[in-house]
């Protein structure tokens, strides 16, 4: 065993869109604002009381069908997420539950928008140690419980979803290299000020709307376009894959501009990069794993291909991972 292999993707977005037009009406803003600021035209909205683990638990399903196993041969769940079912127990007890997959161990990982990437590498590094042999890794996110709905700088921005992958052992490709990187110093551009241990849920949370995303939007930019830049060509050299031999990128969908600047920095063209962002939003972790199944999908994605996945999120946090599809 050298390696670890996706070998089965799912995903699962909640039925109700928002459009643009639709936040027109809520917000003071615009559809061309949001469409040229961000490239998003619409995102999905989880129902009241769909929880993290509920759209985990579609999207679940759909992987390990298309894995060719039964949730009783996981070993380990994986789940990404920001907006955990509760405080605790973990979203990945919750799925576990819902998906009889009683021989697995469960936890779940925060590193917001990189949460997925972060998961796969952790699911990649338990199977090569022999840990754990069949791997559900989750990105699942219910960011409009976390959304103010009247801060017009970030509401236009996120939408629900899940995406899900199943892991196993492989002999040859799979996953090659990853990178990844933090910087606790630069929380403050994104989080949410309230409802943890710092400033536990109280009516002065909620007046001030403390529970809600707060988000430095132009450093955050810039941010994500360097470290993003940086992760990919670290995690390139380290499987010593130039630039030109990478088959297709599949990015975290925070905004068009962001992909668009971290593309011409790495000279790669946009027929390389995996696009899904106008219809969803950013999804936190849910946007590279919902991305990543979509490419399979729509066969973007094919049996030898050289997949790279490249992340930022809160925290700050970054990475990424090459793999050789098979
Ligand atoms: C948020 C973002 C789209 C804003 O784009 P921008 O070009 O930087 O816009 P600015 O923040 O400079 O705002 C420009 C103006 O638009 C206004 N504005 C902000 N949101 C608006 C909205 N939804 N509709 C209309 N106007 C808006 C601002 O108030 C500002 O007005 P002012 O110049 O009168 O003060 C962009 O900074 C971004 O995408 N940042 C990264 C966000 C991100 O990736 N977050 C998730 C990380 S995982």
Redesign the pocket.
């Known amino acids: 065993m050298k390696s670890a292999k996706i070998i089965g993707l799912g995903k699962y977005l909640p039925a109700k869109r928002l459009t643009n037009f639709d936040l027109e009406k809520m917000v003071n803003?615009?559809d061309e604002?949001?469409r040229t600021?961000?490239g998003i035209k619409e995102r999905r909205i989880a129902a009241y009381g769909e929880a993290a683990s509920h759209l985990a638990y579609k999207a679940s399903k759909i992987a390990i069908k298309r894995a060719g196993i039964k949730a009783e041969d996981l070993d380990l769940i994986i789940v990404a997420t920001v907006t955990p079912d509760s405080t605790f127990p973990s979203t990945a007890c919750y799925l576990q539950s819902h998906l009889k997959a009683k021989n697995a161990t469960c936890f779940d990982i925060s590193a917001?928008?990189a949460g997925f990437v972060y998961g796969l590498i952790n699911a990649w590094h338990f199977i090569v140690s022999g840990m754990h042999k069949n791997i559900l890794v989750v990105g699942s996110e219910v960011i409009s419980t976390l959304t103010d709905w009247k801060d017009?700088?970030t509401c236009?921005?996120f939408g629900d979803g899940a995406g899900a992958a199943v892991l196993t052992a492989t002999k040859s490709g799979g996953f090659l290299s990853s990178h990844t990187g933090s910087d606790g110093s630069q929380s403050d551009i994104?989080f949410v000020p309230g409802g943890g241990s710092r400033k536990p849920i109280s009516k002065e949370v909620v007046d001030k709307r403390l529970h809600f995303i707060r988000?430095k939007?132009?450093e955050?930019?810039r941010t994500?376009v360097r470290t993003m830049v940086v992760t990919a060509k670290a995690a390139l050299k380290k499987a010593k894959i130039k630039t030109k031999d990478i088959d297709l990128v599949v990015p975290?969908q925070?905004?068009k501009r962001?992909i668009d600047a971290v593309a011409k920095r790495l000279k790669l063209p946009m027929n390389k990069i995996f696009l899904n962002l106008s219809r969803y939003g950013?999804m936190s972790s849910a946007s590279t794993a919902v991305a990543l199944c979509e490419a399979w999908e729509k066969k973007r994605i094919k049996k030898g291909d050289i997949v790279l996945l490249d992340a930022?999120?809160?925290g700050l946090v970054w990475g990424s991972c090459v793999i050789k599809w098979i």
């Open positions: 803003t615009t604002w949001i600021r961000s917001a928008c017009r700088s236009v921005l994104l988000m939007g132009n955050l930019f994500a975290h925070a905004n962001i950013n930022f999120g809160a």
